[in-house]
Structure formats: C-alpha cells, structure tokens
C-alpha cells in the first residue's frame, strides 16, 4: 500500500507561484511514473504533468513553460512547481504515482488563483 499526500496548495494572485508537495509513504524509487492531475469545478479530471523513474517529464500544452514537475528520491517526494498562475489554473490538484502495476492518488490540495 502507498499513501499520498499533497501539500502546498492555497489562494494566489494571478501571475503568483505555489509549489504543491507530494509525501509518499514509502520509498519512490521503484515508483515508475510520478504525475500531478487537477480538476476544476465541473470538469474532468485532467493530466498537467508527469515524471518517470528515470526523469522524463510531460507536460500539458496549458502549462508548459510555467509548471515544473519534479520527484526527490531521499524524501520521498514529488514536487509541482507552478509559475505565472492564472485564473484558469484554479482546481483541485492530484498526486498520482504507479507502483507495481497499480495506480495510488492522493486526497488533492486546492489551488485558488484570484486577485
């Protein structure tokens, strides 16, 4: 069993930064994909970004450029970086990870971005 749990979301200006966090409860290592969703109020869920075990990083055309996506191995963490934040960017964020051919996800953490 893997548990998740994200962390760092809040309210934000328009053109702000957060960094979300994502505590894993075991070690990351043997994760094979590392991933950041969010879903915005009647909407899909939907991929923003994602890292393998080896460090190769997609990202969504809507963030790319402004979300870094990043895994800590000795912590045990993912980490979003998100830059230049707009309005649109406001959803519930989602940490995923695949471990041995199973997919986890944490509760999700809020990002509100408003003047």
């Known amino acids: 069993q893997v548990q998740l749990v994200e962390s760092g979301g809040g309210l934000v200006q328009p053109g702000g930064s957060l960094r979300l966090s994502c505590q894993a409860s075991?070690?990351?290592?043997?994760?094979?994909?590392m991933a950041w969703y969010r879903q915005a109020p009647e909407k899909q869920r939907e991929l923003v970004a994602a890292?393998?075990?080896?460090?190769?990083?997609t990202y969504s055309d809507s963030v790319k450029g402004r979300f870094t996506i990043s895994r800590a191995n000795a912590e045990n963490r993912s980490y979003l970086q998100m830059n230049s934040l707009n309005p649109e960017d406001t959803a519930v964020y989602y940490c995923?990870?695949?471990?041995?051919?199973?997919?986890?996800w944490g509760q999700g953490t809020q990002v509100t971005v408003s003047a």
């Open positions: 995923a990870a695949d471990y041995l051919f199973r997919r986890y």
């Open positions: 075991r070690s990351i290592e043997r994760f094979r994909n």
């Open positions: 890292i393998t075990n080896e460090g190769g990083t």
